[in-house]
């Protein structure tokens, strides 16, 4: 055998060992929210700006899991939303309107779940898919109350406080 093979060999049982000794990556502490939705959109930039809120105040699930969201924006969102494989890597899914919602059966029948967010002079509809399950779900429905509360049933409770008078007296 040649120094030169031996070097050889040598180098490569130390990088085969190296390799095999080397500690396994630690578990992601980490439950990801993939939000999907159209790039360059007027709604983006708002999301954006609450999605970084959202990591600093409220990115924890009860069992202390974070959350991580992602932003899927994509040019060519609206042509591959009707393929149920895509949308099945959403945990949320962004639309402008619900005609948007109408490219397939299933997420029209989706959408009767979906929260209006953004603002009222941009207006996007958020929801969370029917194939999101598990962690992925608790942690996306965490968002989705975070960016478009449920407004309160009572009419007390969500209309504006109006300056009380008194009732007006019948006429005779």
């Known amino acids: 055998m040649t120094f030169r093979t031996l070097c050889v060999l040598t180098g490569a049982v130390g990088l085969l060992m190296a390799t095999a000794c080397k500690s ?7 439950v990801h929210v993939d939000v999907y939705g159209q790039m360059n959109s007027r709604y ?26 992602s932003e899927v924006m994509e040019a060519n969102f609206y042509d591959r939303l ?9 945990q949320v899914i ?9 490219v397939d059966p299933n997420l029209a029948t989706e959408f009767v779940h979906a929260r209006k967010a953004c ?7 958020l929801l969370i898919p029917n194939s999101v399950a598990g962690e992925q779900r608790a942690a ?17 409770a ?10 007006a007296e019948p006429r005779q």
């Open 24 to 30: 396994k990556k630690p578990a992601d502490d980490f």
């Open 44 to 69: 983006e930039p708002i999301l954006e700006s609450r999605f970084r809120s959202f990591s600093r105040e409220h990115a924890k699930l009860p069992a202390g899991r974070k959350i991580l969201v």
């Open 82 to 90: 009707a393929d149920p494989a895509y949308r099945a890597q959403a």
């Open 94 to 102: 962004v639309l402008n309107s619900e005609q948007e919602a109408a």
């Open 119 to 125: 603002s009222e002079q941009i207006p996007c509809y």
């Open 140 to 156: 996306a429905q965490q968002l989705l109350d975070y960016l478009a509360p449920v407004a309160s049933s009572t009419p007390a």
């Open 158 to 167: 969500s209309a504006p406080a109006e300056p009380s008078s008194p009732p």
